[in-house]
């Protein structure tokens, strides 16, 4: 009998970082040991078709995700299984004993799938649905850190239809935030994707409206010259915290284009702060992991004031970029986890997660004994 693990790695997905997604997919791929796991490969593509394939993730980064068949994750008897339609045909795949999702941004990062997961009595890899939608709305997130006493820049929340409607009064309040450059961000995107900073009234005005098309929640903050600070968490209840690194960004924000297009922008691991600095972020980094409900992995990034040396909670990210030579990996590896290590490790939280919650009780019997 086969005491490996049946692992579904998904990738691809429903999401302007679909491209990132294959990227980290392929690192996870190369990095899971044939010895311990039998992977199977389910890619989604970008209008949201679930498909497999025994190489599926070569079939998608060359492109050709439409041959495929398709793919479902149904529960049999509390037990979940991959299948396949062949020929009009459900096709048992296998049995599954997790699903490791390597998707960024929307419905792989923000706590759609992992309901799915939920109903059909899978175990999976990261973050749960609350921690993982939560985490995903830059603006909720902020207002659930603050409470657990983590320092965010001032910010307001606007919504598209006051945009849409009443651009001047939206403006008028955004000012009272704070003085100019102000950040304006889509909540729910990922990767800079519609976000600008504005140096005043004309700027923030197109900003808003930009912004607008790519949500229904508009965030804007007050701009800052940053350090970018960020941290990875590892862990479910025993949490491993590594050291801060720190990104430089080439532009004038860390952009999309310097994220994923003119290499790697320069980092420095370990940020070199004061001491007491990073214990206090990476304290922080804990507790809002905590605060959220975080499950096996997430990056916390901060912004620390060049100019003041203040620093503040910026966002949270529950499926980081996640290659061999992410900001995420490589801040474990410095603390001596390698990324196969890594890859264990998440597999092993992700089981234990639902052994625990498989002690939650779900009947509840009234008490006839008074
Ligand atoms: N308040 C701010 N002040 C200065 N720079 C900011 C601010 N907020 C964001 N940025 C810059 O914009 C980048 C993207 O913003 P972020 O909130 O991290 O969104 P994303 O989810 O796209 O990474 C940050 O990495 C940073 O360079
Ligand atoms: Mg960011």
Not at 23 to 48: H, W
Not at 242 to 264: A, L, M, N, R, W
């Amino acid at each position: 009998m086969s005491t490996k693990l049946n692992v579904i790695l998904i990738f691809g997905g429903k999401s302007g970082e679909h491209a990132v997604s294959l990227m980290s997919a392929t690192s996870v791929l190369n990095a899971l040991d044939p010895e311990k796991y039998n992977v199977f490969q389910v890619g989604i593509t970008r209008e949201g078709r679930w498909t497999y394939a025994e190489n599926a993730l070569e079939i998608f980064t060359n492109g050709q995700a439409e041959s495929l068949n398709e793919a479902f994750i149904l529960a049999r008897n509390e037990t979940p299984y991959l299948y396949e339609l062949v020929d009009g045909q459900l096709h048992e795949v296998t049995p599954i004993d997790i699903v490791f999702p390597i998707l960024h941004g929307t419905f792989g990062e923000d706590g759609t799938i992992q309901g799915l997961f939920e109903i059909q009595n899978c175990a999976y890899v990261g973050a749960g649905v609350l921690a993982s939608s939560v985490a995903m709305d830059k603006a909720l997130c902020k207002d659930v850190v603050s409470k657990a006493g983590i320092p965010v820049l001032p910010y307001a929340i606007f919504s598209r239809q006051q945009i849409e409607k009443d651009l001047p009064a939206v403006i008028e309040s955004a000012e009272e935030i704070s003085a100019y450059p102000v950040f304006v961000k889509p909540a729910n995107l990922g990767s800079s994707v519609g976000i600008s900073k504005a140096k005043n009234r004309a700027q923030l005005q197109d900003a808003l409206i930009l912004a607008a098309r790519y949500d229904r929640r508009i965030l804007v903050e007050r701009g800052i010259q940053p350090r970018e600070i960020e941290i990875s968490v590892l862990g479910n209840e025993e949490i491993m915290v590594s050291q801060p690194g720190e990104i430089v960004p080439g532009d004038e924000f860390y952009t999309y284009k310097d994220k994923y297009h003119s290499g790697d922008p320069e980092t420095a691991i370990p940020a070199p702060l004061p001491d007491q600095v990073t214990e206090q972020l990476r304290t922080w980094a804990v507790q809002t992991f905590r605060a959220i409900d975080g499950a096996g992995l997430a990056r916390v990034d901060f912004l620390i004031d060049k100019n003041s040396g203040e620093a503040w909670f910026n966002e949270i990210n529950t499926m980081p970029g996640f290659t061999q030579i992410s900001m995420y990996s490589k801040l474990l590896a410095y603390s001596g986890l390698s990324y196969k290590q890594l890859i264990d490790r998440l597999i092993e939280l992700g089981l234990e997660r639902k052994a625990d919650q498989g002690r939650t009780l779900r009947k509840f019997e009234v008490d006839n004994e008074e």
